[in-house]
DNA sequence: CTACATCCTCAAGTAACTTGAGGTTCAAGC
DNA sequence: GCTTGAACCTCAAGTTACTTGAGGATGTAG
């Protein structure tokens, strides 16, 4: 129980201060207990519970996801089945997403590659980032497995 | 140049009406030209366009990001090596997210599998997603500060 | 020619922080 | 013991990137 503070978790879970206070003012990490100064004390709970919280946030869950996702974590009530579901879910959500990425990368990737070889230091506009990168989009918001063609711009 | 509508152009570029409005006011995509009844005409441009544009927010890059991008696409003055430099820093961002993202794919998927497993119904707070998920973090620090709202695909 | 979806503008609201002002508290050095 | 500078506190306001809503004009199918 190492009895951080703020500064001190903040570093360690690369949240800044001000981040860490708005997160409790929310209710999503917990109030934190004080010191004789006033000043807020943090524990090795607290720094895995902000920990997870940064992770899920980075990868776009909103506030409401995250917090029910902690909610779970903590209620000695809820049953492991609900979890479950509910990290199923998320699951899904983070493939779809590292699916989009894979294929930006991919374009970008590309991209920089044919500078590499034919533009070097030539005027540029007529590079084809734009004919790469912006080749039609996976159907839908692609929650349920868009699919790559060699047509699509995917590839 | 399939001069689309507002809706059309929404509904191939998944994004909302009220977004490309304003893209078009904040100068991210060009001023769209007007139908006799005064409603906005697109063409095919325009999709690619915006493609690029949703692409790039749907990970993080943010708008200035995105706008010097698309400038530097556009511009018949830029040079090529000025782009692929902008290229790569993006690269080497959206690599290091990629990283991030598949250890939380692997975080989730392993507590998913765990779930099975062992705890099937039963009362669940002691479920490893807590120690699994929030397990020290690589570190990288969000270089390009993702953000989530409803429209970028945070679901 | 009448519904009814789609479009327009403008204003206000929202999420998730960030920044700033003005004031305490703590740890180190003299 | 005293001072000084970094780190902390609260509260309020600002920022980014949209979203939602009101109130009205336009386009199109039957």
Redesign the pocket.
């Given at each position: 129980m190492s009895n951080?503070?703020?500064?001190?978790?903040?570093k360690q879970t690369g949240?800044?201060?001000?981040?860490?206070?708005?997160?409790?003012e929310?209710g999503?990490l917990r109030s934190?207990g004080?010191?004789?100064?006033?000043?807020?004390?943090y524990s090795d709970a607290d720094v895995k519970s902000l920990t997870l919280?940064?992770r899920c946030?980075?990868f776009g869950?909103?506030?409401?996801?995250?917090r029910s996702l902690v909610a779970l974590v903590q209620d000695p009530a809820s049953s492991c089945l609900h979890a479950r579901d509910l990290a199923q879910e998320h699951l899904v959500a983070v493939r779809a997403k590292l699916a989009e990425l894979k294929a930006l990368e991919r374009s970008i990737a590309a991209f920089v590659a044919s500078c590499d070889a034919s533009c070097a230091g030539g005027p540029g506009p007529d590079c084809v980032i734009l004919d790469d990168l912006s080749k039609g989009r996976t159907q839908t918001r692609n929650t349920s497995g868009g699919r790559c063609s060699k047509t699509n711009g995917c590839s």
């Open positions: 951080l503070k703020i500064g001190a978790l903040a949240t800044n201060a001000p981040t860490i206070r708005y997160y409790e929310i999503l934190a004080r010191q004789a100064g006033n000043q807020r004390v919280i940064r946030r980075e869950f909103s506030i409401d996801q995250v």
